[in-house]
């Protein structure tokens, strides 16, 4: 809890008459001003608090590219604490950190699981225009991507009296990530018991759903403590775990594209599963075009220290 006099002080702050300035060139969203504005002289504290003024004062979504990892995690630090001062709201979507990947290309080793995570929800929340301040770092933001409508496709809403083969919401988990395991315990974890799925997404509690046919007939949370229900609630949605769609074609086209380049048979497999670094090489199927800023409904975009991030993105 803040008291209402330091909310109270932090946003007489955007009374200065060079950030008053800012606002008036930066506009609102109908009618943005398209122009490049320089701004100097800020610490990472000064930078979190008016980040979020701006946002706050002009409703648009900011998408802010750092030149790498410790400057984004500081950053976004200092802006969830102005954001839960200055915007206070339970049902507020929060400000997102976007990691980049930690391989490269041709490394033959796949993201960490918890970058993959944290991205493939970062990149839904961002495609369904949840996100009101992006953090990311310029190796994020270099990096090709799929448009919207994937990102928004690879999560399910369900809900009782809906109809969905069981096959498919299995071959759907398991495509985006989830692992099948007895019981459920952690985060992208499912299991199947006869009519029974249950399920982990990130970011919420695990849920029971309680099928006859092909059609649900009840939604329930449960504690994984002790695997009883809790609580029955009227949808849930289920967030990837990665941002990579896995298929067992995908995968054996990639692996014979790789063969005829010259990739030793040996180090592939033959029967369509996932092999180290696959993520990355997928794009030699099918190419990735899209861009981060395409993401965000018409951002404003901050390059923060840009001589630093320009330099990260030469070394990139």
Sequence with gaps: MFHPSIRDLFSNLGRHPAFQELLRRVGRPKTPDTGQLSISGLSTTAKALYLVLLYQLTERPLLVVTDGNKQTEALHEAIQTFFHLLLPSEDRELPLLLPALDVLPGQNMSPHAEIQESRAAGLWRLATRRVPITITPI??????????????????????????????LIAHLESIGYERHEPVEMVGEYSVRGGIIDAFSP??????????????????????????????????????????????????????????????????????????????????????????????????????????????????
């Design 203 to 316: 970011g919420a509690k695990p849920v029971r759903l309680e099928t006859f046919g092909d059609e649900i007939e009840s939604i329930r949370r449960f504690e994984v403590e002790s695997q009883r229900s809790v609580l029955k609630v009227t949808e849930c949605t289920l967030l990837p775990m990665t941002e990579y769609q896995r298929s067992r074609s995908l995968l054996a086209e990639l692996a014979e594209k790789l063969r005829a380049e010259g990739v030793s048979a040996r180090e592939l497999p033959l029967d369509g599963s996932a092999f180290p670094g696959w993520e990355l090489l997928a794009p030699l199927v099918h190419e990735r075009t899209g861009d981060l800023f395409a993401l965000a409904d018409r951002p404003v975009v901050i390059w923060d220290e840009p001589e630093l991030t320009r330099s990260a993105a030469a070394r990139l």
């Design 139 to 168: 190796a994020s933001a270099l990096l090709r991507i799929e448009p919207a409508a994937f990102y928004r496709q690879l999560a399910i809403t369900l809900r009782p009296g809906e109809e969905i083969p069981q096959d498919d």
